[in-house]
């Protein structure tokens, strides 16, 4: 075996050294040099197989391959040889070095033109020179020449951002409508490698960029988006790095965090009509934004935070909020606003506004117009007052009301109504009271409230002050009080003047005054006839002086008027004696009444009463006589047999008037007139109904004694009755009627029992109209232009 192998070796030996001969000759002969021939480049990945090609077709048909030697970089010793020289080329001896090199290639012949030398799972020690020494017979030596070159991989792509950081993760967050910058750089690679960007399979940038900044071995490429589109939401992004056509991509992935803004913002109203205080339900919806949407509830300028009003419901990129609210008044033409906020996008906001238009009632308010103050309102200017009204829907009427009275339009009356607004022309003080406005819409009707109108004036006499009558006696004390209203009611100041009967309206002499607020004293006291008249009380204030002054008119005491109309009555009991009191005369009076009896006889029944200044006196003295305050008497237990006459006289401190008569009053019975009628229950008044018409004639008042029964007496009564009536029309004797005036005594004839009136009984008693006559007076007139001494 030992003896094969050296065998093989020398025998190898000799070739390399006859073919390094051969080749020397053959160099020297052929035109072509090796270190000349074109160079073919060969790119391999390490471990791949390649093959390097070899052209060993003879020039010329006739010739052969004699040998085919390959040589690497410099070396002299064939890489590898192919041995032809027996004649056939399919059964040349193939011959390699023993090194890892050697071991790993192998000449494939082929059709000549296709041969090449087949390196399999090359290296990085493989890549250098080949060359291809091809030997011919006859034809000169071919050289061929392959550059094995093997690809070198780039380093992992690195991702930078736009400020220099180096993305590890996830690329952003980058903001919808914004720009995105991205760099992707390697380092290393041969061939220089393409760095480019991809999305989908699709190619975003192929351009291989270069930076002064940055090492040649560094390859980078920069990536810009103009502007971010909802289309990047959830994209991922490829970086790709190949060196050469034979290098393999080395790919880098970055998913991107886009944030979206929202894209919608609806708002629901659960009714179609807002009402102030009711309750209604609002629901805000948004989509589109990435992270969800933060929903933000404005109404107007207020933030609703609420957690009882507001819930809301976030999903992946969608956010319901829902509200719950009763407006009022105030929220009409306010914007209800929906804001949609995307929380990590500064900026990203998207809003939905609705114009609330809230129904409600009117809200009122009185005021005065523009100009006017209140506190300068004077007694004769005019005035404005304005309803502001505040409603939705607007009003449709508005109506005043003074002192809660309907006021209408009166042009007349200086009440003038347009519209919202009440104008008076001229002040007066019946105008001061409260005023309110009530407006009326399709809500409902609202008052405001009152609005209180006062006004100054100058003074004047306090209601049913403005004149007095007050009788008075010579050398009598009185203290007039004279009151009076004004506003403003401080610094009032008063004066007093008389007007006597001869006309002249003169200041009072010696006389005391004394004057508080709105009153004022004056002690007064007459000596002479001259003193009584009218004196007159003057007040003023800031406003001015009063336009009437308050009266009191002066009258000299005298005896008081007789009563007047006087007449019987019978009441059940008794009879009764019933008055009108005339003029007291100007002081307190009561009333006397005296009953004076005459017997009959059969002639003229007279009755002589001599009067004097106490009364009346004659022959017969006062057989009953009675006091009241007022003039109403009963009478009791009269004697029958005579006739009687009833003086009623008025008394006050200043005499006795002239008496009021009732004559020939007769009585038919001896027993007590009280007793007979709680007995018998006859009255006179149902006497004379039985009795027929007596035309003028004087009637008896007849009283029917107790007998056998009702019915006779009855009868016996009415037989006397008729037949005294046609006595008394047989008769001659002349009636006295006198006139019923106030100079003359006032009587009722027998005739006039009757009364006009009914009266009752002390306990139920009721009273007839007092009648006050006045005695004409000559008042002369007040000079209203009297200067008057303003001083306290």
């Known amino acids: 075996m030992r003896c094969v192998l050296k065998h093989v070796y020398l025998t190898g030996l000799l070739m390399v050294l006859r073919t390094r001969l051969m080749g020397a000759a053959a160099e020297e002969q052929s035109s072509e040099l090796p270190n000349k021939a074109p160079v073919k480049l060969i790119w391999a990945s390490e471990g791949d197989d390649v093959n390097l090609p070899c052209d060993i077709t003879p020039p010329t048909p006739q010739d052969m391959v004699s040998m085919v030697l390959w040589f690497k970089d410099n070396a002299e010793i064939p890489l590898y040889s192919l041995d032809a020289r027996n004649g056939s080329i399919a059964g040349a001896i193939h011959w390699a070095v023993s090194d890892d090199l050697g071991r790993r290639t192998y000449f494939q012949v082929g059709d000549g033109h296709r041969a090449k030398l087949k390196v399999t799972k090359v290296t990085l020690n493989d890549q250098g020179i080949f060359r291809c020494r091809v030997d011919f017979v006859n034809s000169p030596t071919r050289n061929f020449r392959v550059n094995l070159t093997l690809v070198e991989q780039p380093s992992k792509p690195v991702i930078y951002d736009a400020q220099g950081r180096e993305v590890t993760g996830v690329g952003g967050p980058f903001l919808e409508g914004y720009e995105v910058a991205l760099t992707c750089q390697v380092a290393g690679g041969r061939p220089r490698p393409s760095v480019t960007w991809w999305k989908d399979g699709d190619l975003l940038d192929g351009v291989v960029d270069t930076s002064p900044t940055v090492s040649n071995r560094f390859t980078l490429n920069y990536l810009y988006i103009h502007q971010v589109t909802k289309a990047l939401w959830g994209a991922k992004l490829e970086c790709r790095a190949q060196s050469g056509p034979m290098g393999k991509p080395i790919v880098r992935e970055v998913p991107l965090d886009i944030y979206l803004k929202p894209a919608i913002v609806k708002i629901t109203l659960s009714k179609d009509q807002i009402f102030a205080g009711r309750p209604i339900a609002a629901k805000c919806e948004t989509w589109g934004s990435s992270p969800a949407a933060k929903i933000v509830w404005k109404l107007g300028e207020h933030k609703i935070e609420d957690p009882n009003v507001v819930s809301t419901t976030q999903r992946a990129n969608s956010t319901v909020s829902n509200l719950a609210l ?34 409600y009632a009117p809200v009122v308010v009185a005021r005065l117009a523009t100009g006017y103050v209140l506190d300068t309102l004077r007694e004769g200017d005019d005035l404005k007052l304005i309803c502001d009204v505040q409603s939705h829907p607007p009003s449709s009427r508005v109506i005043w009301y003074h002192n809660n009275q309907r006021l209408e339009h009166n042009v007349s009356a200086g009440i003038l109504l347009a519209s919202n607004s009440l104008t008076f022309r001229m002040l007066t003080l019946k105008h001061t009271g409260e005023y309110s406005c009530m407006a009326t819409n399709a809500v409902g009707e609202t008052h405001s409230a009152p609005l209180f109108i006062h006004m100054k004036y100058a003074p004047r006499c306090k209601e049913g002050k403005d004149k007095r009558e007050i009788t008075v006696a010579r050398h009598e004390k009185l203290l007039l009080e004279c009151e009076v209203e004004a506003l403003p009611d401080d610094y009032v100041r008063f004066s007093w003047t008389y007007n006597g009967s001869i006309g002249d309206v003169l200041p009072i002499p010696n006389s005391r005054i004394e004057s508080k607020g709105l009153v004022s004293v004056l002690e007064y006291s007459p000596s002479a006839d001259f003193d009584y008249g009218t004196l007159a009380c003057w007040a003023s204030n800031s406003i001015g002086r009063q336009r009437s002054p308050c009266i009191f008119n002066i009258i000299p005491a005298k005896p008081p008027q007789s009563p007047l109309d006087c007449s019987l009555y019978n009441e059940s009991s008794s009879l009764e004696v019933n008055c009108i009191p005339g003029s007291d005369g100007g ?18 029944d007279t009755l002589q009463t001599p009067q004097n200044d106490q009364g009346l006196v004659g022959e017969s003295s006062p057989i009953y006589q009675d006091m009241s305050p007022t003039p109403n008497f009963q009478l009791h ?7 009687y006459t009833v003086y009623v006289y008025a008394v006050n401190g200043r005499g006795w008037s002239e008496p ?77 009627d006198g006139p019923d005036d106030f100079t003359t005594p006032t009587y009722i004839p027998a005739q006039r029992v009757e009364p006009r009136v009914r009266y009752s009984n002390e306990n139920r008693r009721s009273q007839r109209a007092s009648l ?8 002369p007139d007040l000079l209203h232009q009297v200067e008057l001494d303003m001083r306290d």
Do not use: W
Request: proline share 4%.
């Open 772 to 779: 006050y006559v006045e005695e004409n007076r000559n008042e």
């Open 637 to 643: 237990d009269l004697e029958p047999g005579y006739d």
């Open 587 to 604: 002081s307190p009076q009561h009333f006397v009444l005296e009953v004076r009896g005459f017997l009959r006889n059969s002639g003229i």
């Open 660 to 736: 009021a008569l009732l004559e020939h009053v007769r009585i038919a019975n001896s027993v007590g007139f009280r007793k007979k009628l709680e007995k018998n229950g006859i009255f006179l008044e149902d006497l004379k109904k039985a009795l027929p018409q007596a035309s003028s004639e004087n009637m008896i008042i007849a009283i029917a004694l107790t007998g056998i029964g009702a019915v006779a007496l009855v009868l016996v009564g009415i037989g006397v009755i008729i037949g005294v009536a046609a006595c008394r029309k047989r008769s001659n004797t002349p009636i006295l």
């Open 326 to 359: 009763a407006f009022n008044k105030d929220d009409d033409g306010k914007e209800l606003i929906c804001r949609a906020e995307n929380p990590r996008f500064p900026g990203g906001v998207l809003e939905e506004i609705k114009v609330l238009s809230v129904s």
